[in-house]
């Protein structure tokens, strides 16, 4: 009996072992995905402290222009677009920057070296074309730190063409919070170590 009862208890340690093996790793992908809204647009640098009101509405027109460009991404009605044939909502751009930042953005016109995009007080006017990059990075989260209020995350990036191909470490720290009721995190800091040239 003590056998039998013994076997139970090791059987049902290994089930329990197992599940929480699987949510560990569900959770490490889910952490992946999310450092890879930034790395995939060319953020290898964020400090929540120092971000500026520009940074965030690129990161918040970029975002959806790769991820969510059937729902947000329209093209200009009229005969002349002076700023570029698409349009996106502002109320767009500052849902993507509040889920990954927990940050209210001021929208106004986006002028910086690399991207523009005028804001006419409702949409912002632009071309997609020039918001998609030639080569995306993707996180791959190899360890994770608990502090307590951040998560610590620690992995790789790598060519989203050529998994293989992986030239930087990063490390990021990131809040816990929720997000329209679901648990999510939001971006405290980025830093990304390049370690073969690029």
């Known amino acids: 009996m003590k056998k039998k009862l013994l076997a139970v208890i090791l059987t049902a340690a290994v089930l329990l072992g197992t599940g929480a093996s699987k949510r560990s790793q569900d959770e490490t992908k889910l952490m992946s995905t999310f450092i890879s809204n930034f790395t995939e647009l060319g953020v290898y640098y964020i400090d929540i402290d120092e971000i500026t009101n520009q940074d965030l509405i690129a990161f918040g027109i970029g975002h959806n222009v790769i991820n969510n460009a059937k729902s947000t991404v329209k093209r200009c009605g009229l005969k002349n677009c002076e700023y570029g044939p698409s ?93 329209n009721g679901k648990d999510t995190w939001s971006i405290i800091t980025l830093r990304v170590e390049w370690t073969d040239e690029n």
């Open 87 to 179: 349009l996106m909502s502002g109320a767009a751009v500052k849902a993507s920057v509040k889920k990954y930042f927990d940050v209210d953005v001021s929208n106004e016109t986006l002028d910086t070296d690399r991207l523009s995009a005028e804001f006419d007080g409702m949409n912002y006017h632009f071309n997609a074309a020039e918001w998609r990059p030639n080569t995306i990075y993707y996180a791959d989260v190899k360890s994770v730190t608990r502090g307590k209020y951040f998560v610590q995350m620690d992995g790789e990036l790598y060519n989203v063409k050529r998994k293989s191909d992986r030239p930087a470490l990063f490390t990021a720290k990131a809040k816990p919070y929720k997000y």
